[in-house]
């Protein structure tokens, strides 16, 4: 490590120039490297002062030109001999442990001519936070969560964090990220994760006779108790499978242009939070993080997924939907629409369809207060889930732009509260328990 200084920042230079440095450069730009080490001697030789909590550095190339900025979260001075698992994965640079991290870093010394780590050796470790350019998803490291030897990264998602474990499975982890038009937003919602996790949980189990799931039996890791499932890998449905009960959102959009959604025709006169006839299967193509999932008929699900699949989703897909409406009905809550996650064991192509993901949450519901619900009523019906966050960006108060290019702004005190206590008074009167 050395140091340069860049339009007024330490410069962070990381691994040597060529290859390296581009490999390492550009895990930091993707969100995913965000640690690194040096030797204490090598500060002391350059009378160099550790890095402070809060600092900005400038992330730089080959040629000394700033990359990015990065500020600086934790630091730490510490034996090699004593690294810790979390350490070395909040590398990101796909080690599978310790011991293999030791032996890469000292076969790359020796072809420097440099000796190979002594357990006694100090190192001081910079963890960091890419700040500019935004990462294109705040990710959640094992380290970050205090994971075990042996817990691997695998997927970062809008809310969920995916690990491998060391026996196979794998482990959801839900962050306290909320997204809102295709946007992670920059501030956490407080105890939102847990609240999915433990909501979902009690959802498979009010519809396991209606259709398996993908949790595994197993406490995850302390460090992530509540948020947390494991659960079997799946091959997943590529095809988000969603049920309307009640008219509104894209739905209405839809209707609005042709009376019919999703290929499915309506009766007429209908208004924003109607009552449809019957629930019907509206389903949509999944999207990548910053597109719009999209709205397809029938026919396209079965092109994708073959006839026979596609009526077992549909069938599922409402039976669960029915199961869960009326429960939900009997709390005193809509369940105006909601979309659903299936796969099959991995590599399985005969293994039967399986509950995949979340399942009934506000984040992938829509929950109405029945007393309050009325047709039509302007503006839309009070909900349970983020529809107030994302009528707040909309408003005036957010001074934000939908259709810019720019990102949404964070979020006031007073709309984290009010979300959170959302989320929290659809848990506790769903499923009679108290949170916290």
């Given at each position: 490590?050395?140091?340069?200084?860049?339009?007024?920042?330490?410069?962070?230079?990381?691994?040597?120039?060529?290859?390296?440095?581009?490999?390492?450069?550009?895990?930091?730009?993707?969100?995913?490297?965000?640690?690194?080490?040096?030797?204490?001697?090598?500060?002391?030789?350059?009378?160099?002062?550790?890095?402070?909590?809060?600092?900005?550095?400038?992330?730089?190339?080959?040629?000394?030109?700033?990359?990015?900025?990065?500020?600086?979260?934790?630091?730490?001075?510490?034996?090699?001999?004593?690294?810790?698992?979390?350490?070395?994965?909040?590398?990101?640079?796909?080690?599978?442990?310790?011991?293999?991290?030791?032996?890469?870093?000292?076969?790359?010394?020796?072809?420097?001519?440099?000796?190979?780590?002594?357990?006694?050796?100090?190192?001081?470790?910079?963890?960091?936070?890419?700040?500019?350019?935004?990462?294109?998803?705040?990710?959640?490291?094992?380290?970050?969560?205090?994971?075990?030897?042996?817990?691997?990264?695998?997927?970062?998602?809008?809310?969920?964090?995916?690990?491998?474990?060391?026996?196979?499975?794998?482990?959801?982890?839900?962050?306290?990220?909320?997204?809102?038009?295709?946007?992670?937003?920059?501030?956490?919602?407080?105890?939102?994760?847990?609240?999915?996790?433990?909501?979902?949980?009690?959802?498979?189990?009010?519809?396991?006779?209606?259709?398996?799931?993908?949790?595994?039996?197993?406490?995850?890791?302390?460090?992530?108790?509540?948020?947390?499932?494991?659960?079997?890998?799946?091959?997943?449905?590529?095809?988000?499978?969603?049920?309307?009960?009640?008219?509104?959102?894209?739905?209405?959009?839809?209707?609005?242009?042709?009376?019919?959604?999703?290929?499915?025709?309506?009766?007429?006169?209908?208004?924003?939070?109607?009552?449809?006839?019957?629930?019907?299967?509206?389903?949509?193509?999944?999207?990548?993080?910053?597109?719009?999932?999209?709205?397809?008929?029938?026919?396209?699900?079965?092109?994708?997924?073959?006839?026979?699949?596609?009526?077992?989703?549909?069938?599922?897909?409402?039976?669960?939907?029915?199961?869960?409406?009326?429960?939900?009905?009997?709390?005193g809550i809509i369940l105006a629409d909601t979309k659903f996650e299936f796969g099959r064991a991995a590599g399985d192509r005969d293994a039967p369809i399986l509950l995949a993901d979340e399942v009934l949450t506000p984040d992938s519901s829509r929950f109405w207060p029945a007393d309050q619900w009325q047709p039509g009523r302007?503006?839309?019906?009070?909900?349970?889930?983020?529809?107030?966050?994302?009528?707040?960006?909309?408003?005036?108060?957010?001074?934000?732009?939908?259709?810019?290019?720019?990102?949404?702004?964070?979020?006031?005190?007073?709309?984290?509260?009010?979300?959170?206590?959302?989320?929290?008074?659809?848990?506790?009167?769903?499923?009679g328990r108290r949170w916290g």
């Open positions: 490590m050395s140091f340069p200084v860049v339009d007024g920042l330490r410069g962070l230079e990381l691994g040597t120039p060529g290859a390296m440095r581009q490999r390492l450069n550009a895990l930091v730009l993707a969100g995913a490297k965000v640690a690194t080490f040096g030797l204490a001697q090598e500060y002391a030789e350059q009378a160099e002062p550790l890095e402070r909590v809060g600092e900005r550095l400038a992330l730089v190339d080959d040629a000394g030109a700033r990359l990015a900025t990065v500020a600086v979260t934790d630091v730490r001075q510490v034996p090699a001999g004593a690294v810790t698992w979390a350490m070395v994965e909040a590398e990101g640079e796909g080690d599978q442990s310790i011991a293999e991290w030791r032996a890469g870093h000292d076969r790359f010394w020796r072809a420097e001519g440099r000796p190979p780590l002594a357990d006694d050796t100090e190192l001081v470790w910079v963890r960091f936070q890419l700040v500019d350019p935004a990462p294109p998803v705040h990710r959640l490291t094992a380290g970050d969560l205090g994971l075990p030897e042996g817990y691997r990264g695998t997927y970062s998602g809008k809310v969920r964090e995916l690990f491998s474990t060391p026996d196979g499975a794998l482990l959801f982890v839900a962050s306290d990220r909320i997204s809102a038009y295709d946007h992670v937003l920059p501030t956490p919602i407080p105890d939102k994760g847990a609240i999915l996790t433990q909501l979902s949980l009690w959802w498979f189990e009010q519809v396991a006779d209606l259709v398996g799931n993908h949790v595994l039996p197993g406490a995850p890791p302390a460090s992530v108790a509540q948020r947390a499932m494991r659960c079997q890998p799946l091959d997943m449905v590529p095809v988000e499978c969603v049920a309307r009960g009640y008219l509104t959102g894209s739905g209405l959009v839809e209707y609005r242009a042709s009376g019919a959604v999703c290929g499915v025709p309506l009766p007429a006169g209908l208004v924003d939070g109607s009552k449809l006839p019957e629930a019907i299967f509206t389903p949509a193509t999944k999207a990548q993080l910053g597109s719009h999932d999209e709205n397809v008929d029938f026919a396209v699900v079965e092109r994708m997924v073959g006839a026979a699949d596609a009526r077992a989703l549909r069938e599922l897909t409402l039976a669960v939907y029915g199961r869960a409406e009326a429960i939900a009905r009997q709390r302007p503006g839309g019906q009070p909900s349970f889930d983020k529809q107030y966050v994302r009528d707040w960006l909309t408003s005036p108060a957010s001074g934000w732009d939908r259709g810019s290019d720019q990102p949404p702004p964070p979020l006031p005190e007073a709309v984290v509260e009010r979300t959170r206590s959302l989320y929290v008074r659809a848990y506790e009167q769903l499923t």
